[in-house]
């Protein structure tokens, strides 16, 4: 749990909140998966998940975006899966993180 991170999202801080209320340990964004290199090895393409759960291995990504924006996010899934099919990552839409919100109380899903 690390109640000092600084969340690009408040649907983030809420999803800590809750996660730490059930004594879920978590990690806020602490990989990033390089994706695409450039020629010189330079990162061009990566994925920096919002959570980790260690006791669960896996990862949680956030989007609050609306579903006709997520395809970027899309890709960059496809790539790791590809690349790192050991890892999981579990994405949580904008309708999960209202239906978490309405459940359980959650003030910032908007």
């Known amino acids: 749990m690390n109640a000092a991170a600084d969340f690009a999202h408040p649907a983030e801080a809420e999803l800590a909140a809750l996660l730490d209320s059930y004594g879920i340990a978590w990690e806020y ?20 998940p919002d959570f980790y759960l260690p006791d669960f291995d896996v990862y949680v990504e956030v989007t609050m975006l609306r579903q006709a ?42």
């Open 69 to 110: 924006l997520v395809t970027r996010k899309h890709r960059k899934l496809r790539l790791l899966a590809r690349q790192r099919p050991d890892v999981r990552v579990k994405i949580l839409y904008r309708r999960d993180i209202e239906r978490l919100g309405a459940k359980y109380g959650l003030a910032a899903v908007a």
């Open 29 to 48: 964004e602490p990989t990033t998966f390089v994706l695409e290199t450039a020629d010189d090895g330079n990162p061009t393409c990566a994925f920096t």
